[in-house]
C-alpha cells in the first residue's frame, strides 16, 4: 500500500486524489469475497445483465453479530431481545473533520492506463479520513472525474454502510449512484435493500424501487416497501411515496405520500391512532395529529371518537422560553355528548369540556411563577372521559393555583392565589385564597449563629357556599439557634405566634375578630454512632441516631376561629419532630411533649449505599391537649402518642422493602401499617406485593378498618412473550376493586399488547364504599397497542394503565 504524502492536507475529491496515486503504481491487495445479499449475473463484456436477492445471504454483511460475539459493554436489552446488535466497524473514528480534507490511502491488485482512462481490478481500496471505499473493479476517467465500479462494491462511513453491486461517482459533486444495493444505518438500527440507491451531494440518500426496516437482516417481520424512499440522516427524517407496509409479509397499509422520523427528534406529523373500547363509551378511537412549529413551540391536537357519545377533540401546546418559563396549554371540547345526555337529562347543556393550563418559570434567579389551573364542563367528567388513567378517575378536586415567588438573599415573599373545583357533588367546595400573600425571612443555618424568625401571611377566603368567610392574619416572631457537631446536634427556637381573624358575618359566629397567641418553644438534638462491622463476608457501616425533641406551646382558646384551610395531620413517624400536629394556620396547638427516636442504619463499605435502616419513636405528652380542630370535640387525654416505626430493606440493586407501622399501646391496637416490596431480577421481569391497614380514629367502636392488598407482576414467557397482570384487592369486602391482566409479544422490531381492565364506578367523594349497594357497577375497559419499533405505534392508553397498576414499571423506549 502507498501513502499520499505527508504534510498539510488540502480540499480535493477522494477520487481525483485516487486517480493521482495509481498513476504512480498501487501494491497488490488480497481480494474480498463477495457476500453481497445480491445475485447477479453478467454479459460477456460483464456488464450485470440480471440480479435477485438471495435469500441465504448471511446478515454479516450488515455487520450484523451474533449476540455470542458482541462485546459485553455494548449488550444491553435491545440486543438481548434481538439476538445480536449491528457493530460498526468505523463507529470508533472522529466525525468532526471532513473527510476531503484528510489524507488518501489507496491500493488495487492491478493497474491498467490507457489515455485518460485507468482500469483498477483484483479489489481496489481507497480511504480517506473516515470514509471507507472499496469494490472489485473501477474504472477513472480523469478527465470527467468520474468512475465506475463492479462487483461487491462498499462504502463506509461511521454510521453508514452502502453496498453495490454496480456503482457510478462524480467526484466533485460527491454524488453517487448504487445498483442492486443494500444499506444499513448503525444508530438507527434501519436496514434495507433496493434496485437503486443514488446519494446527492448533500449526502441524503434517495432509494428507488427499495425497503426498509428496523428488523435484523433475514427477519423482516415488518418492512416499508415504496417506490421512492429519502433518507436524511442529518436532519433524522424519511420519506417514502407509493409506499405501502407489509406485516409478516401481508400488506396492512398504504399511502402515497408518508414522512417519518428515523431518530427521536420531534417531527409534524400524523402520529399512530389510540384505540381501545371502554363501558364508558364503548370503541374509543383516538387519532393525534403533531406540529412542531418551531424549536420552542408545538401543538398535538387529538380528534377522538367515541361511539356512544361522540367527537371529543383534544389539543395541547406547549412553549418553552427562557425569559417566561415553560407553558403547557390544553383541553378538550365535545358537542352534545349523546351518552351524557340519557344518563343526565335534567342537565340543560350536554356539551363537555376540559381546560388546563400549567406554567413554570424563573427569571433572574429572583422571581419563580407556577400556574396549575384546570376546570371541568362537569363533575363527572374525569371518570367518564379521562380513560387512560386510574388516577385521574379517582381525582375528587380540580386544583386551580397560580403563585409568584421573590427569593431574595435574606426574604422571601409570595403571592399565591388558589381555589378548587370539587369532582363530588356531596363535598363542599374548599375554600379561595383571593389571595395568600407571605413575606419570610431566609435563616442562613449556619451553625452556631443566632437565625431570626420572621413569617407574615395575610390570607382572603371566599367560597360559593353558605360559609363562613373573610381574612387571616398568621404571623410568628423569635430566634432559632443551630449548634452541629460531627457527632450530633442540637437546635432550638422560641417563637411567638399570634392570628387574627376579619370575619364576615356569620350566625356560627358571634365574633368578627377573633384572635389567639401562643408562645412556642423547641430543642431537637441527636447523636450520631457508628461502627464497622462485617455480615455475611460483606464490609457495612451500622450507625446509630437517638434523637429527642422537645415541644412547648402555651394554651389558648379558639373556640370562635373557623376552620378555613386546616387539618389534623395523620400521625406517622415524621409526625414526631414537627412543631406542630396542624395543617395550615386556623390552629395554633397547646403543647408540651417530649419525642424519642431511634435510628439504625447499615451503610455498605465499597459504594455508600444505605441497604436497610429502621426507625421507632414515640411521643410522651405531659398534659392534656385542649386545641381540636373542631372545637366541640375533647382534649386529647392519653399520656402518649402511639408508636411508629419505619423500616426499609435494599439487600440488592434488585429488591427493595418497605414498611410503617403504628401501633397504640393504650388500647393494644394496630392503627395503620403498610407493607410493599418490589423485586426486579434484572431479565426484563417486575414484581410487587404490597399491603395496607388504616383503622379510622372515631369514637364509633364499630367504624370498619380499611384493608387492601395489591399483587402486580411483569413476566417474561419466553424469548418475546410477556404476561402481566395487577389487582388492588379490598380485604374487608372480599373482592378486587381494581384488576388489569393483559398479555404481549415483543419481538426484536415490533411489539403488540392486549389489556382488559376492571375497575369500580364509584363516587369520588367517597371515603368509603359499600361493595354490597346494588347501584354500584363494574366498568371495563379493554386496550389494544401495537408498536413498530423505529416507527412508534399506537395505544399510550395502555401504557397509562399499565404505569397506574405495575408499580415501578417503565416501558420501553422505541
Known sequence: MIDSPTGPPTPKSPISLAVLLVTLGLSANSSAQDNSGWVCEANAEGVLSECRLDPQASPARLDWVHRRQVPAEQIDEQCLRCDGSYIDPLGHLDRSESPELSDIHASAGSTAIQGNTITLSDRVEVRQGYRHLSADSATLDRTENEAQLQGNIELREPGLLLRGQSAWFDSDTGEAKLRYSEYVLHQQRLQGMAQEIDRDSEGILHIHGGQLSFCPPGEEDWLIRADEL?????????????????????PVFYSPWVQFPIDDRRRTGLLWPDIGSDTKGGLDVSVPVYFNLAPDYDLLYSPRYIQERGVNHEAKARYLSPIVGSWTVGGAWMNDDKRYEDEQPEERNHDRWLGVVKHNGLFNQRWRSRVDYSRASDVDYMKDLETSSLDAKRRTALLQLGSLDYLGDKWMANLEVQQFQSLADDINNDYKKLPQITGRYRPSGEP?????????????????????????????????YPMQWQYGFLNSSAKYRYLHYDLNEHPDFEENNPT?????????????????????????????????????????????????????????????????????????????????????????????????????????????????????????????????GELTFYPNERLSLRTSLVYDPYTDSMNSGSFQTTYDPGDGSLYNVGYSYRRPLTTTSNTTPTEQAHFSFYLPAGRNWRVFAGINYSVEAHTSVEDMFGVEYDSCCWMVRLLHLRYYDTDSGQRTTDFDDPTLTREHSTQFQI?????????????????????????SEY
Open 230 to 250: 429519502e433518507l436524511d440522516t442529518e436532519e433524522g427524517l424519511g420519506v417514502a411515496r407509493g409506499a405501502r407496509i407489509d406485516v409478516a409479509g401481508v
Open 448 to 480: 452556631f449563629k443566632i437565625d431570626p424568625i420572621l413569617l407574615a401571611q395575610y390570607s382572603s377566603f371566599d367560597t360559593d357556599d353558605e360559609r363562613v368567610t373573610g381574612n387571616r392574619l398568621y404571623t410568628e416572631a423569635g430566634a432559632s
Open 516 to 644: 389567639s397567641g401562643a408562645a412556642t418553644a423547641t430543642i431537637d438534638g441527636g447523636l450520631f454512632f457508628d461502627r464497622s462491622t462485617n455480615i455475611a463476608g460483606r464490609g457495612l457501616l451500622q450507625t446509630l441516631e437517638p434523637r429527642v425533641y422537645y415541644l412547648y406551646s402555651e394554651y389558648d382558646d379558639q373556640t370562635d376561629q373557623p376552620d378555613f384551610d386546616s387539618a389534623e395531620l395523620t400521625f406517622s413517624y415524621n409526625q414526631l419532630f414537627r412543631g406542630t400536629r396542624f395543617s395550615g394556620r386556623d390552629r395554633i396547638d397547646d403543647a408540651n411533649q417530649l419525642s424519642l427516636g431511634l435510628t439504625t442504619r447499615f451503610i455498605d463499605d465499597t459504594d455508600g449505599r444505605e441497604e436497610f435502616s429502621a426507625s421507632i419513636g414515640q411521643i410522651f405528652y405531659f398534659r392534656d391537649r385542649e386545641v381540636r380542630l373542631d372545637p366541640r370535640d375533647e382534649p386529647l387525654k392519653t399520656g402518649g402518642s402511639e408508636v411508629a
Open 787 to 811: 408498536v413498530l419499533k423505529g416507527m412508534g405505534g399506537f395505544g399510550s392508553r395502555a401504557n397509562s394503565i399499565m404505569k397506574d397498576m405495575i408499580r415501578g414499571f417503565n416501558d
